[in-house]
C-alpha cells in the first residue's frame, strides 16, 4: 500500500500515475496497480513539482499599502524606496514577504530566490527576515536569499561588510548592481570577491538600466571566465542586450556561453524599457529563467507575485506563440528554472521528492493561456491542497 | 422582502447594500433595512455590472484544436484562416464561439462585441452562428455581433451584398478593414454607406498594421464629420498613431476629438507591433475600450477571451501604475467600454436592470493584480453564481 496514489496526470506530455510513499516518489507509472491510503484523480491534468520564480524583491513588497505610486525616474523611485525602507523592521519584512510567499505558494510555485537588500539603511533586517521566512516554509516553497548591494558601496562602503555579516548568518548568495557604483567594475569585483570568499553564487541586476553607456556585461563574463567562476553568476535584466547592433549582440552571446553567464529576464521591466531577448538568448542554449520582481512597490505598484502572469507578459512581448516557444517559456518555469537555482531532483520522477503540483489545464498552453491555478498540491509526500487553497 | 439583498459590497469606492427586486436594482444604500429572500454576504468585496470587451472574433476562436500556430506574417496568417474558413459551418462556429462567451461569463462578462466574417468563403454562417449565440446568452452576456469584411471587398466583391443581407439578418453593426484594399479610401465609404443605410454604427480595423503607409484614420475622421456619423464609428486597433511624429499625433487627436472616434485598444498586437498609445487618447478625452481580439487563432494562439488579462498586459505594456491610470484602466473595463458599446444603464445604480458581478478582491488594483475572478454572479435578478461558477 503507498501513502499517495495520483491517478491519470500528465507530466511532460504523457499521462501517468504517481505513487508517493513517505516524503518520496517511488512509482511513475502509466498505471499503478498498488492502491495509496489516499487515491487522488488528477482528471489527465498537468502536473509538475512546481513552479520557479527566480527573481523577487520580497523584503520591499507591498509597500502600496503605506504609500503612493509616483511617475517618477528609476533613481527617484530609488529615493523613494530608501525613505520606506529606512523605517523598515525586520517584523514588517517578514509579514509583507509572507505575503508574496504565500501568494507563490497558491499559484503553485515551490522554490523562489529574493534579494534582500543590505546596506547601512536597512542593516541586516531584511536577510534575517527572509531566512526567517525560509526556516517557517521549508519543505513547501524553497526561498534562497540573496544578500543585494542594492545602494551600492560607493555611497555606503559599510556595506561590503554587511555583505559579509549576511553570508555568514547564512544567506544562499550575494548580489550586486552594476549600474549603482561610478565604478561599476570594481563594485563586480568586491561581489564576486565575496561570491569566492563564502563559496557562494552571485548574481548581479545587470546592466538594467538598457542604456548603452551601461554594458558591463562583457567585463562580468570575462571576470568570470578568469576567476574559474563559470556557470556560477547570474545576470537579472541584461536590458542592454537590447540596444546593442547585431554584431554586438553576437558577440556578447559568445561571451555569455563561454562564461556560462546564466539570465534571468524580468519582464515587467517592459513598463520602462526594452527586455533582453529571450528567444535569442535560448537559442543560443542560455540558462534563462523568468522572475516577478517587484511586488506591490515604488517599480511596480500592481505586480503579485503569480509567476505565471509574467510568463504570460512575456509570451506577448517577445511573442511566444510556436510550440516551441511554448515549451521553451514552459521550461523556464520549470526545470530550468530549477537548474537556474541549482537545484537537483527537480521533475516528477522515481527518488525524487515528493513535490507535485496538479493545475487545472490539460496542457502548458492552457495552463499560460487560462492562467490555471493548483488544484492539488503535494508538498514532501503530504497533500497540502486543503491548508493551502481552501478546497 | 426584497429578493435579493446583497449586503457590503464596493460600488465606485463606497461601501454598500445593493437591494433587488425582481430584474431592477431598487436600493443602493449604506444600509439596507430591508431583508431579502435572498441575503449574499459581499464582504466588502468590489462590485461592477460586468467587463465589457469590446473586440473580439469569436467566429474564428479555437483554431488551434485543430491547426498549428505558424510564425509567419500577418498575410501568411490570413492566408492560414481562410484555409480553416472555407470548412467552417455554422454549428462549428457556434460551438467554439460558445466556448469563449463562457470564458468571458465565468471570468464577469457582462457584453461583448465580436467580429463576424462576411465574404463568399464563409457566407453568413459566422454572422447566423453569433446571432444564434446573442439570442441564448441574452440577459447573460450582451454579444453585439459586427458583419465584417475581414476580406475586403476588391478580391471579393460579392461581400458588399452578403454584408447588407447580414444586416438584414440582424448584425448589430457593420465592420471593415482599412488596409485589406489598394482603396482603402473606397472600402471606408462603402462600410459608411452601409452604416447609413441601416442606421447602424461601424467600425474599423483602422490602421491595424502601424505602417505609416497606412494611415486612413484621418480620411476616417473626415467622413465622419461630413456625413454627420461623430461618435458612430469606432476604430480597432490605430496602431499607426504611434508611428507619428508629436506634431503628427497631435493632428490626428484632434481630428478624432472633432470626429468622436471611438477607438479600441487590442494590446495582444503587442506581439507584432506598438499600440496605440492609450494614455494620450484618454489624456485627450477620447472614447476608448479594451479587447481580447483573437482567441487562440492564427493571430494569438495563447489567447482566452478573459480581459483582465488584456488589461494586465496593457497595463505593463503602457505603464498603467499610477491611482489615476488604474481608475482609467478600470473605467475602460467597465463604465467606458459600456458607453463605447452604447449601452444606458450601466451601473449598479437604482433603476437599473440587477446585473451584478462581486469579483473577490477589495480594490481594482487587486483585481488586476491579482487577476481576481467573480465570486457572485447575478444577471437580470437571477443568482447565476453555482450555474456558471459552480460554487
Given at each position: 500500500m503507498l501513502d499517495i496514489v495520483l491517478r491519470k496526470v500528465q507530466v511532460e506530455g504523457q499521462q501517468v500515475d504517481v505513487g508517493i510513499a513517505g516524503d518520496t516518489i517511488v512509482q511513475v507509472e502509466p498505471e499503478i496497480e498498488e492502491r495509496g491510503c489516499r487515491e487522488i484523480d488528477g482528471q489527465n491534468r498537468?502536473?509538475?513539482?512546481?513552479?520557479?520564480?527566480c527573481h523577487l524583491h520580497l523584503d520591499k513588497s507591498h509597500l502600496m499599502d503605506r504609500a503612493s505610486y509616483q511617475d517618477v525616474s528609476g533613481p527617484e523611485k530609488g529615493a523613494l524606496t530608501r525613505r520606506e525602507k529606512a523605517c523598515f523592521t525586520e517584523e514588517d519584512i517578514y509579514?509583507?514577504?509572507?505575503r508574496v510567499v504565500q501568494t507563490g505558494l497558491q499559484a503553485g510555485n515551490i522554490a523562489i530566490r529574493t534579494s534582500a537588500d543590505v546596506d547601512?539603511?536597512?542593516?541586516?533586517?531584511?536577510?534575517?527576515?527572509?531566512?526567517?521566512?525560509?526556516?517557517?516554509?521549508a519543505g513547501l516553497v524553497d526561498i534562497q536569499v540573496a544578500a543585494f548591494a542594492q545602494e551600492g558601496m560607493e555611497k555606503y562602503p559599510e556595506t561590503v561588510e554587511l555583505l559579509r555579516q549576511a553570508l555568514q548568518l547564512g544567506a544562499d548568495l550575494v548580489g550586486g548592481h552594476t549600474i549603482i557604483d561610478a565604478d561599476g567594475r570594481g563594485h563586480i569585483?568586491?561581489?564576486?570577491?565575496?561570491?569566492?570568499?563564502?563559496?557562494?553564487?552571485?548574481?548581479?541586476?545587470?546592466?538594467?538600466?538598457g542604456n548603452r553607456e551601461h554594458y558591463l556585461l562583457p567585463y562580468l563574463a570575462q571576470r568570470m571566465i578568469e576567476l574559474g567562476l563559470q556557470?556560477?553568476?547570474?545576470?537579472?535584466?541584461?536590458?542592454?542586450?537590447?540596444?546593442?547592433t547585431p554584431g554586438e549582440r553576437q558577440e556578447a552571446l559568445e561571451l555569455i556561453k563561454e562564461s556560462s553567464l546564466k539570465v534571468i529576464s524580468a519582464p515587467t521591466a517592459i513598463s520602462t524599457r526594452a527586455l533582453a531577448p529571450v528567444k535569442e538568448?535560448?537559442?543560443?542554449?542560455?540558462?534563462?529563467?523568468?522572475?516577478?520582481?517587484?511586488?506591490?512597490?515604488?517599480?511596480?505598484?500592481i505586480g503579485s507575485g503569480d509567476?505565471?502572469?509574467?510568463?504570460?507578459?512575456?509570451?506577448?512581448?517577445?511573442?511566444?506563440?510556436?510550440?516551441?516557444?511554448?515549451?521553451?517559456?514552459w521550461e523556464m518555469l520549470t526545470c530550468k528554472g530549477a537548474a537556474l537555482l541549482g537545484y537537483r531532483g527537480y521533475g516528477i520522477a522515481v527518488g525524487n521528492r515528493a513535490d507535485v503540483t496538479v493545475l487545472d489545464a490539460h496542457s502548458p498552453v492552457e495552463v499560460f493561456s487560462r492562467q490555471a491555478p493548483?488544484?492539488?498540491?503535494?508538498?514532501?509526500?503530504?497533500?497540502?491542497?486543503?491548508?493551502?487553497?481552501?478546497?
Open positions: 498537468v502536473a509538475i513539482t512546481g513552479f520557479v520564480d509579514k509583507r514577504a509572507e547601512p539603511l536597512v542593516g541586516l533586517a531584511g536577510v534575517k527576515a527572509l531566512l526567517a521566512l525560509k526556516g517557517k516554509y569585483d568586491t561581489i564576486l570577491d565575496l561570491a569566492r570568499e563564502f563559496d557562494v553564487e552571485a548574481e548581479f541586476h545587470l546592466d538594467e538600466s556557470g556560477r553568476v547570474t545576470g537579472i535584466h541584461c536590458c542592454t542586450l537590447s540596444a546593442l538568448l535560448l537559442a543560443a542554449g542560455v540558462l534563462v529563467g523568468i522572475g516577478s520582481d517587484n511586488v506591490r512597490d515604488f517599480f511596480n505598484p509567476i505565471k502572469q509574467i510568463a504570460l507578459l512575456l509570451a506577448y512581448v517577445q511573442r511566444f506563440f510556436t510550440a516551441d516557444d511554448i515549451k521553451q517559456l493548483p488544484v492539488v498540491l503535494v508538498r514532501g509526500g503530504r497533500d497540502i491542497t486543503t491548508e493551502i487553497l481552501g478546497r
